[in-house]
C-alpha cells in the first residue's frame, strides 16, 4: 500500500509547478527552477527510480567532454610533445655540468616518445586493445629511475605532463572497452599528475559513473567545472555542459540513496521551515540531519565568478541509527572512522570485517552525498582523504590489495587537488605534504614506520577518551 502512495506524491509534485518553494530540484535546464519536494531512496523501488536526465543524454555530455577526437584535444599532445623535448634538453643540460654521458638518456626518451607516437596511431584507428599495450609500456619506461636520472625541479613538472597524458588515453581506452575497473586508478594518477586540467577529473567523474559510484562522479564533475573556471576558462558551452553532467550525476546520486532522503533549502529561508517540510516527507522519517555549518551549491543556479546561491542540506532517515553517526561526527574538529583507545591494528580481522560491512554500506555512501555538491571541508581540508586512507588500512588489514591500492591513490588525488579548491593553512599544508609522502611510501611499500593517518587517529581518540566504535560490536553483529 505504501509505494503506490510514493508514485502518486512524486507525480503530483512534479505537476505542480507552485508547490516546495524551499527545495530547488535539478533540471535538465541550467538555471531553470522546478522545484520538488521528495527524492527517491525510501524504498527498494524508489531507489532504482530514473533520473531526469536519460542514460542517451549522458553518453551524449560524455562524447563531447571525454571522448573528444585527437584534433579537438590537441593542447594535451602539443604539452606531451613539449614536455618531451624539454625533458630531453634538461637532461643534455645536467650531463653537461655533471660530465655525464647523455646519450643514454636521449635514447629513452626517443624510445619513450616511439612508442607514444605508435599508440596513438593504434588509438586514432579504435585499436584500443593495442593502444593500451603501448600506452602501458610508455608509462612503464616513464616510471623507471633510469628513464630520467635525477631531474631538477623544472623537469619533475614535463615528467608529470607526459604521465598525465599516458595516462588519460588509458582511461579512455579502457572505457571504450567496456573495463571501468581497470580505468579507474589510472584516473586517480592523472589527476595527482596533473591537478589543474579539468579533463582530468572529468574522465574519472566518467569512470565513476560507469562503476555506479554517483555520488564521487557527481563531486568530480563539480571539481572539474571549477577547476575550468580557475584555469580561466571562457567558453560557456564546455562549462554548460560540465555543469550538465554534474547535474545528471546528482540526480543519480539522489535517485540512489537507499536509507535516506534529501531536501535542500536555500539560505534565505529559515531552516526550521526546511525542517519542517522535511517531516511532512513521505519517508516518515525517524532521524533529521542538518549541518548548519556546511553550505551546499547546486549545478543549475552556480556560477563561480560571483555569489552563487548557497544551500542547507537536510537528510532524513527512516531509522535513526542510520544516521547518528553524523551527529557524532559533526563534534569533532577532525573526522576519524574508528574510536577505540587503541589503533585499528590491534583490533581482531572480525571486528574489521563488521566494522567494514557497515562503512561501506551505510556510512560512506552518506559521506560521499553530502560531499557532491560541497567544494571545501569546514572541519580540515585534509579530513576527506584521511578518512579514505584510515579505510585502506582496514583493507590492508584484511589483505584487500587491489582495492586498498586504489583507495590510495584516490586520496592522493583528492591531497592533490586541495590546494586548488580553497586556501591552505602553513599547518595544514605541512598535513597535506606528509599525507601525500606517507600514501606514496605506502604504494611502493617503502618503510615501516606509522603512517601519519594512523598518528592522527591515535591522537584524536586519545582526546576524546572513547573506548567505544562508533557502531557498537553488538550494533555491527
Known amino acids: 500500500m505504501e509505494k503506490p502512495k510514493e508514485r502518486k506524491i512524486k507525480k503530483k509534485t512534479k505537476m505542480k509547478k507552485g508547490q516546495g518553494q524551499e527545495t530547488k530540484f535539478v533540471t535538465d535546464d541550467i538555471g531553470q527552477d522546478k522545484k520538488n519536494i521528495t527524492f527517491p531512496g525510501s524504498s527498494k523501488k524508489a531507489a532504482r527510480h530514473p533520473s531526469r536526465t536519460s542514460l542517451r543524454r549522458i553518453t551524449d555530455l560524455e562524447m563531447k567532454l571525454v571522448y573528444t577526437n585527437e584534433e579537438d584535444n590537441a593542447y594535451e599532445v602539443d ?19 655533471t660530465g655525464g654521458d647523455s646519450s643514454s638518456y636521449f635514447k629513452t626518451d626517443k624510445r619513450v616518445e616511439m612508442v607514444l607516437k605508435e599508440a596513438i596511431i593504434c588509438y586514432k584507428k579504435n585499436k584500443y586493445s593495442n593502444a593500451v599495450e603501448h600506452f602501458t609500456t ?10 630520467f636520472g635525477l631531474p631538477v625541479e623544472g623537469d619533475v613538472k614535463n615528467i608529470s605532463s607526459v604521465v598525465s597524458f599516458i595516462d588519460s588515453k ?32 572529468i574522465r574519472q567523474a566518467a569512470v565513476f559513473r560507469l562503476l555506479e559510484r554517483y555520488s564521487e562522479a557527481a563531486r568530480s564533475a563539480m571539481i572539474a567545472d571549477y577547476i575550468y573556471w580557475l584555469s580561466g576558462g571562457k567558453e560557456q ?17 539522489m535517485a540512489s540513496m537507499k536509507r535516506c532522503s534529501a531536501i535542500y533549502t536555500p539560505m534565505e529561508k529559515l531552516q526550521l521551515e526546511g525542517m519542517e517540510k522535511a517531516k511532512r516527507h513521505p519517508v516518515s522519517a525517524k532521524f533529521m540531519y542538518t549541518d548548519s555549518q556546511t553550505f551546499h551549491l547546486l549545478p543549475q543556479s552556480t556560477d563561480w565568478s560571483s555569489a552563487s546561491p548557497q544551500y542547507l542540506l537536510t537528510l532524513g532517515f527512516r531509522y535513526k541509527k542510520d544516521g547518528f553517526f553524523l551527529e557524532k561526527q559533526s563534534t569533532k574538529s577532525l573526522l576519524v572512522f574508528l574510536e577505540k583507545k ?49 579505510y585502506a588500512s582496514f583493507l590492508s588489514q584484511l589483505r584487500r ?38 600514501a606514496m611510501d605506502c604504494l611502493q611499500g617503502r618503510g615501516v614506520k606509522e603512517y601519519t593517518w594512523n598518528e592522527i587517529q591515535k591522537t584524536v581518540v586519545h582526546i576524546m577518551g572513547s573506548s567505544q566504535f562508533l557502531y557498537s560490536k553488538t550494533r555491527l553483529r
Open 79 to 97: 604539452e606531451m610533445n613539449l614536455s618531451l623535448e624539454s625533458m630531453c634538453q634538461s637532461f643534455k643540460k645536467i650531463c653537461s655540468l
Open 138 to 147: 610508455a608509462l612503464e619506461m616513464c616510471h623507471k629511475d633510469a628513464a
Open 170 to 201: 588509458l582511461i579512455t581506452c579502457y572505457l571504450q572497452i567496456h573495463q571501468p575497473d581497470l580505468a579507474l586508478s589510472h584516473a586517480h594518477r592523472s589527476i595527482v599528475s596533473n591537478p589543474s586540467n579539468f579533463r582530468n577529473h
Open 237 to 253: 558551452s564546455i562549462s554548460q555542459l560540465i555543469k550538465l553532467y554534474w547535474q545528471a550525476m546528482h540526480e543519480k546520486a
Open 342 to 390: 587503541n589503533t585499528f591494528l590491534h583490533v581482531s580481522n572480525e571486528e574489521i570485517k563488521f566494522y567494514l560491512e557497515i562503512l561501506e554500506k551505510e556510512i560512506m555512501p552518506v559521506l560521499d552525498f553530502i560531499k557532491c555538491t560541497n567544494l571545501t571541508s569546514t572541519v580540515s581540508p585534509c579530513s576527506g582523504a584521511i578518512q579514505k586512507l584510515q
Open 401 to 438: 590489495v587491489k582495492e586498498e591500492s586504489q583507495v590510495i591513490n584516490q586520496a592522493l588525488a583528492e591531497l592533490a587537488t586541495l590546494p586548488y579548491l580553497q586556501e591552505i593553512s602553513q599547518q595544514h599544508a605541512e598535513l597535506l605534504q606528509s599525507l601525500m609522502a606517507d
